[in-house]
């Protein structure tokens, strides 16, 4: 009996260490990248544009060393990038700064870091060329593992870039493609107003963008309202058709009936 208890205690301390191992190996870390906070989605020009990017774990399933690319187009920009160890600064490795709108940093697995931190600031780019669709956007960040002659990008963030006078208009011209999608019938002279509007945006002539772009909206809600007078005039003839065969109808019934009193006297 005493083997036999024995026996059972091997076996479950085996049993535990295997679940053990399991366990560990389940939650091992791996390179991953996130961000603190979202990344824009729209920015003003010449605002000011702030993201943080922490990578975990940089040297798993990655090399013991590797170069850490950054590019932006933002403008008047700062990149710190600070390497840690559960959460501190990992000693002898000190935070860096770069000012342009590339940097790159070589990372050893020997400094003993567990997260790289790269915090980027800098302000919207002004917008080089108007395209409606698509619409302008920029790079906020491109970070890339370079290792020897391979680089594999990991992040790539962009973002639509404005000024006060383009987002007016493009808001125009957006109200005004809904309202002729949403209009009866043929809007071949609206949809071509849309078309001169988003020349004239295309061509940074926002004022007209705006005017040709209500112009075609109008269009689109006056077809709305013809067909709404339309219907109603139609509802309406209909309901006095049959008010008048109704009103027939009665009239040929009481007619018969004085007729027959007529007959039966």
Same mark, same amino acid.
């Given at each position: 009996?005493?083997?036999?208890?024995?026996?059972?205690?091997?076996?479950?301390?085996?049993?535990?260490?295997?679940?053990?191992?399991?366990?560990?190996?389940?939650?091992?870390?791996?390179?991953?990248?996130?961000?603190?906070?979202?990344?824009?989605?729209?920015?003003?020009?010449?605002?000011?544009?702030?993201?943080?990017?922490?990578?975990?774990?940089?040297?798993?399933?990655?090399?013991?060393? +590797?170069?850490?690319?950054?590019?932006?187009?933002?403008?008047?920009?700062? +990149?710190? $990038?600070?390497?840690?160890?559960?959460?501190?600064? $990992?000693?002898?490795?000190?935070?860096?700064? #770069?000012?342009?709108?590339?940097?790159?940093?070589?990372?050893?697995?020997?400094?003993?870091?567990?997260?790289?931190?790269?915090?980027?600031?800098?302000?919207?780019? !002004?917008?080089?060329?108007?395209?409606?669709?698509?619409?302008?956007? #920029?790079?906020?960040?491109?970070?890339?593992?370079?290792?020897?002659?391979?680089?594999?990008?990991?992040?790539?963030?962009?973002?639509?870039?404005?000024?006060?006078?383009?987002?007016?208009?493009?808001?125009?011209?957006?109200?005004?493609?809904?309202?002729?999608?949403?209009?009866?019938?043929?809007?071949?002279? !609206?949809?071509?107003?849309?078309?001169?509007?988003?020349? !004239?945006?295309?061509?940074?002539?926002?004022?007209?963008?705006?005017?040709?772009?209500?112009?075609?909206?109008?269009?689109?809600?006056?077809?709305?309202?013809?067909?709404?007078?339309?219907?109603?005039?139609?509802?309406?003839?209909?309901?006095?058709?049959?008010?008048?065969?109704?009103?027939?109808?009665?009239? #040929?019934?009481?007619?018969?009936?004085?007729?027959?009193? #007529?007959?039966?006297?």
């Amino acid at each position: 009996m005493r083997m036999n208890s024995i026996h059972y205690s091997r076996a479950t301390v085996a049993l535990l260490c295997i679940v053990g191992l399991v366990a560990v190996a389940g939650t091992a870390g791996a390179f991953t990248v996130s961000t603190e906070g979202d990344v824009p989605n729209e920015t003003a020009v010449d605002s000011e544009v702030s993201v943080t990017y922490v990578i975990d774990d940089p040297f798993t399933d990655a090399p013991d060393e +590797w170069t850490l690319a950054g590019e932006t187009e933002l403008e008047n920009v700062s +990149w710190t $990038v600070t390497v840690l160890r559960a959460g501190n600064p $990992v000693d002898g490795v000190d935070p860096q700064t #770069y000012g342009s709108q590339s940097f790159t940093q070589e990372l050893d697995i020997d400094n003993n870091g567990d997260q790289v931190r790269v915090e980027l600031v800098g302000d919207t780019p !002004a917008i080089e060329n108007y395209t409606y669709e698509p619409e302008e956007r #920029y790079t906020v960040a491109s970070l890339t593992r370079v290792t020897g002659n391979n680089e594999n990008e990991f992040r790539n963030d962009t973002a639509h870039h404005y000024t006060n006078e383009s987002r007016e208009a493009r808001k125009a011209i957006n109200a005004s493609q809904q309202a002729v999608a949403n209009a009866p019938g043929d809007n071949s002279d !609206a949809q071509s107003d849309i078309d001169r509007a988003i020349s !004239a945006y295309e061509a940074e002539n926002f004022d007209n963008a705006i005017s040709l772009a209500e112009d075609a909206e109008q269009q689109a809600q006056q077809a709305q309202q013809s067909q709404q007078t339309t219907q109603t005039l139609l509802l309406a003839g209909g309901a006095l058709v049959v008010l008048l065969l109704l009103g027939g109808g009665g009239y #040929y019934f009481y007619s018969q009936s004085q007729e027959d009193d #007529y007959s039966k006297l």
